[in-house]
């Protein structure tokens, strides 16, 4: 879903920017109160390298000093015929700024890699066994991965004096216990090709949930964290860490997403498959790209979807009530695997904007504590729920560079000391 539904990022859901006038904070002046500034004073560049574009950030604790985009890489009449000189280009608009990659204020790069496996559960300083092994999980990744990758190539080319690290999307989830990660099916088999869940939107679960321990006064807070953009997924936390996440082997299980279809019968594949005739490839396209909202009402976009709804059309509703259904259910089920819940929040393009959809998500479940205060959802307040509720329901804009800057400054002064 695009812009405030969520912007794709190589597979993932791009929602870091500032929304709505709240200040880097996470806050908007209630009642939620900030982060401190965290990780120190050093800079740190982050890099998220996709297929055809490499965003960056530059960051010095919590103010963001520089921040771009390079786009079209190795596209037809692109002048970026490879991400060696995307990253020249990055480092170019940095100097122009007098805050080049050979500043001596720099202190570290930290790359996003969407896929850690089971070897990587936690950010790691790269080297070249890291980077190997990074490559031979491409198999689990096969988009994102290798894109990865060439960002994290170039620069230690540009820059093999600087600390890097590796910040994995599927890290924040390497806690889920087995009884939540182990599909099943044959163990041997699914032991040898790696069948598990790993999670995904790992560095904003880890952020917002956190922020939501935070609001909640309690380090032992049990918060459910709804990520919705136009990839979407919801985590289940206990005292900070991750025991239940929707998104599986790949970024396909779980919600409804913008054109993905979430969770889905597997046996319906076999059926497309031999009574529908379709390849693999053919079925991936559709589950992956046409599904979701998109294969529902044939809008991706919740603003114009919800403004459908609102003028009466079919199609739109029985999307948008799909997707909450689904959403519904999950908080349901996670309530069940915390045993209670302090704080639900809400976060990603939609969860941010969307009022309408918090509202619906959240409807009937006033039982279990779960009540949305309509004035406050309205206006987006940090906290959107009436006051003395037993949950507290909040509204927690992610900032995913910010968390893969202060785990990198974090591993560098580990190895530092």
């Known amino acids: 879903m695009s812009d405030h539904a969520g912007r794709e990022r190589t597979g993932e859901d791009r929602t870091g920017e500032e929304r709505d006038g709240r200040d880097r904070t996470g806050h908007d002046g209630g009642d939620g109160g900030g982060r401190e500034r965290e990780g120190g004073p050093g800079r740190v560049l982050v890099l998220n390298s996709g297929s055809s574009s490499v965003k960056y950030r530059l960051l010095q604790g919590t103010e963001r000093l520089a921040s771009g985009t390079v786009e079209r890489i190795g596209e037809d009449g692109s002048p970026v015929p490879d991400h060696r000189a995307a990253l020249e280009s990055v480092a170019d608009r940095l100097a122009d700024e007098g805050l080049g990659l050979d500043s001596p204020e720099l202190a570290a790069i930290g790359h996003r890699v969407v896929h850690g496996g089971t070897a990587f559960t936690e950010p790691t300083p790269i080297t070249d066994e890291v980077v190997a092994g990074i490559r031979e999980l491409v198999p689990l990744a096969p988009l994102h991965n290798p894109a990865n990758l060439a960002g994290i190539e170039v620069t230690r080319r540009l820059r ?37 869940r790993y999670g995904f939107h790992g560095t904003s679960h880890a952020y917002v949930s956190r922020e939501a321990t935070r609001l909640a006064g309690d380090p032992d807070a ?196």
């Open 222 to 417: 049990r918060v459910i964290v709804l990520h919705l953009g136009n990839g979407a997924s919801a985590s289940a936390v206990s005292a900070g860490r991750c025991v239940d996440t929707s998104m599986g082997m790949t970024p396909l299980e779980g919600l409804v997403m913008g054109t993905r279809s979430g969770d889905l019968d597997p046996a319906a594949v076999l059926y497309l498959a031999r009574t529908g005739g379709m390849s693999l490839d053919e079925i991936d396209e559709l589950l992956n790209r046409r599904s979701g909202m998109l294969g529902l009402c044939g809008d991706n976009d919740m603003r114009s979807v919800t403004e459908r709804v609102e003028a009466g059309d079919e199609d739109a509703e029985l999307a948008v009530s799909v997707y909450c259904h689904r959403l519904r259910k999950y908080v349901g089920a996670y309530y069940a695997v915390l045993g209670t819940v302090d704080v639900i929040a809400f976060t990603g393009g939609v969860g941010e904007n969307s009022a309408p959809i918090r509202a619906r998500a959240l409807e009937g479940l006033e039982a279990m504590g779960i009540v949305v205060d309509p004035a406050r959802n309205a206006r987006g307040d940090t906290v959107v729920s009436p006051d003395g509720s037993r949950v507290k329901v909040a509204v927690i804009p992610t900032d995913e560079e910010y968390e893969i800057a202060r785990q990198t400054l974090s591993v560098i002064s580990h190895h530092a000391g």
């Open 160 to 196: 093999p004096d600087l600390p890097q690290v590796a910040v994995f999307d599927t890290a924040f989830h390497a806690t889920i216990p087995p009884a939540a990660s182990t599909y099943a099916i044959d163990r041997e088999l699914a032991g040898r090709l790696g069948v598990r």
